[in-house]
Each structure stands twice: as C-alpha cells, then as structure tokens.
C-alpha cells in the first residue's frame, strides 16, 4: 500500500495566477499518475510523471498549462498556470497502477482548487 | 475521449434492493478495476478483474468482466446506506500501465 500527502488540500485563486500542488507519497515509486475530477463528475488523466524523465500528457493536456515536476521516487508537483474558471476541480495525485505494480492505484485526498 | 461509459449515471434506491451497474467500452483494457469514492477522499479500490469472463465476488458484491474485456458490471445484492458512493470503473490502457475511468455511477441508499 502507499499513503499520499497532497498539499494544499484545497485553495482559492484569482484568474490569472498559477497554483502549484505538491504530492508526496511514504514509499519510492516508478510512476505517478496526476487526475483531475471537476465537480460531480469522474477522473479524467491528466498526464503521468516518472523519476527522470519527462512528463506524458494525455490528449487536451499540454506542459505549458500543467507543467510537472518528479525530481525523486517519493514526489512530484503539478502547477495549474494561468488558471480560469474553468480549471476549478479537484486534483488527483495517484500511484501504483498498471501490470508492473499490484494493480491498485493509491489517491491522494485530492487538492480542490477553486478560480474566482 | 471518454472511452468507458457507465450506466445508470445516477441510481436512488431502498435499502434491502438489488442493483446493477455497467461499463461499457469499445476498446479491448489487460484489467478492469472497480473503485468507490465517498465526498472528500480519493478513490479506494474494490477489485481488480484480469481474465476475460471472470467472476468474482466481494461480499455482497458480485464483478463480472466480459468474455471480450470490453465490459463489466458489478451487481450489489441487498444493498446498505453504506454502499452509497460514487462508484468508477477504471480499465487498464493495454500496454501502458496507465489507467482510465468510467464516467461514474453515483449511488444513494435509503434507510
């Protein structure tokens, strides 16, 4: 099992500026996951982060907007840039996953993140 | 591109009742997992299915993976207010270890 540390757990933002979020997790990792879900609705990828390597965003992701950070196995940041309205969800950090690990995938609590 | 649809997208019922929930794709997955999801947490894993036609049972809980991995469902039997939650469908993106989610079902229990 792992156990996720995201912080903030939840801000408030003006249009326009840029929020970084961090996630830390308790054991070394190979590949971490960062979803968003906006309100009321499901996860949706938004790209995975690996030690050493640069990020792999999904389609309708790109760096600029979500640039990524994994400097070690245990953490990673992902920045929301120049944020509008409709960035106001919650963002997901997530490990494990996939036929190399056992499968399960471990979340943090999420960061809800609100743009005014 | 959502390519895992969920059905129903939201389900009310009494306590003591059977459901069933789907989730449906074109698109072949190597697994399937199901999650529940309760306000303010991060999903937490139910089951993971590999094989295609596997059955396997939690419970009260019973998940079914298609014979073709296209599709699953889970069926709850006698349902309890604590099974109220979001409930997601994640399939595993072949040969990418990555996973994608269902659009969700979302699940309230009547006392």
């Known amino acids: 099992s792992a156990v996720i540390s995201q912080k903030p757990s939840r801000d408030i933002c003006q249009r326009g500026t840029s929020l970084t979020i961090q996630c830390q997790v308790d054991?070394?990792?190979?590949?971490m996951f960062w979803y968003r879900q906006q309100p009321g609705q499901s996860l949706t990828l938004i790209a995975t982060a690996n030690q050493g390597s640069e990020a792999t965003y999904e389609s309708g992701f790109v760096i600029d907007k979500f640039p990524i950070s994994r400097p070690n196995l245990t953490f990673s940041t992902l920045t929301v840039s120049n944020m509008s309205p409709e960035d106001s969800s919650i963002y997901l950090c997530s490990v494990g996953g996939g036929s190399e690990n056992t499968g399960e995938l471990f979340f943090g609590e999420g960061s809800r993140l609100t743009v005014l | 591109t959502q390519l895992l649809e969920q059905s129903p997208q939201f389900l009310s019922i009494q306590e003591g009742e059977n459901l069933t929930v789907y989730c449906n794709s074109s698109?072949?997955?190597?697994?399937l997992q199901w999650y529940r999801q309760e306000p303010g947490e991060g999903p937490v894993l139910l089951v993971t299915v590999v094989t295609g036609g596997e059955v396997k049972k939690l419970k009260r809980l019973t998940f079914q993976f298609g014979d073709a991995r296209k599709d699953s469902s889970l069926h709850i039997t006698a349902a309890q207010p604590g099974d109220t939650g979001l409930y997601l469908c994640?399939?595993?993106?072949?040969?990418?270890?990555?996973?994608?989610f269902g659009t969700g079902t979302r699940l309230k229990v009547l006392a």
């Open positions: 994640a399939g595993e993106k072949v040969g990418t270890y990555k996973y994608i």
């Open positions: 698109s072949v997955f190597s697994s």
């Open positions: 054991s070394q990792v190979t590949m």
